[in-house]
């Protein structure tokens, strides 16, 4: 009898410490997801920060550009002859310095402002810089790709985490010449003229994307 009952004892021996070495594994199994869970979101949140500020830099950017092109013109004249390159084309009369940035650039001027001027409908050209705000530092910098193809102008916005874009915008502005004989040159007084601006009331933004990954 008193081995029966010191069998019995030994069972309930183990399995009580299968019993706990089960409750240790759950336990244990409980706290790695309870952990994986945790960075997973911490994680998710992270990133959906960074897209965050990245959309309100690249808004912000949009936002800077088409202010400064809400009262945007600029003309252009060629004493005595109508222009036939853009040698012969001067730029006068402008608010450059209002729409600042890269239209007061020297070799923007040349080599894509008056070329629109001669060629407009014709030109497909692309411009890169990097804007930044120094009264609005937690814009960040942002990259910014100017197209011009036919009368309308691309700017295409996006921030950039390593080697990933983060979030991409492209606003397009179109833009037309002016006054009588809209599409040639005007004649008056011996000077040929043309004057461009830009239609802010009719912009349009599009390709908004979160983009992901490395760049391809």
């Known amino acids: 009898m008193k081995h029966g009952l010191s069998s019995i004892a030994r069972f309930r021996r183990g399995a009580s410490v ?3 070495l089960l409750v240790f594994f759950l336990a244990a199994l409980s706290g790695t997801l309870v ?18 500020q990245a959309y309100l830099s690249v808004a912000s950017a949009a936002k800077l550009i088409l202010n400064k092109l809400e009262q945007a013109e600029v003309e252009f004249s060629s004493s005595g ?12 009369n402008t608010n450059l310095t209002d ?6 650039d020297l070799n923007f001027q040349n080599d ?9 409908g014709g030109v497909f050209l692309q411009v890169e810089f990097d804007l930044t705000v120094n009264d609005h530092a937690e814009m960040g910098t942002v990259h910014v790709i100017l197209l011009v193809q036919g009368s309308d102008f691309f700017f295409q916005f996006y921030v950039k985490n390593g ?5 991409q915008m ?11 004989g809209a599409g040639n040159w005007t004649e008056t007084g011996g000077t040929y003229y043309r004057t ?3 239609d802010v009331d009719n912009v349009t933004f599009m390709n908004e994307l979160l983009t992901g990954g490395e760049e391809t």
């Open 112 to 120: 894509v402002l008056k070329k629109f001027a001669l060629e407009q």
């Open 18 to 20: 299968l019993i706990a």
């Open 99 to 104: 729409l600042g940035l890269f239209f007061a």
């Open 35 to 52: 952990l994986t869970m945790a960075a997973s979101n911490a994680g998710r949140y992270t990133h959906e920060k960074e897209d965050q």
């Open 170 to 180: 492209t606003m397009r502005v179109a833009a037309s010449f002016e006054k009588e």
């Open 196 to 198: 461009l601006k830009f």
């Open 81 to 92: 002859k109508a222009p036939t390159s853009t040698d012969d084309i001067e730029i006068d």
């Open 163 to 167: 080697e990933s874009k983060n979030y």
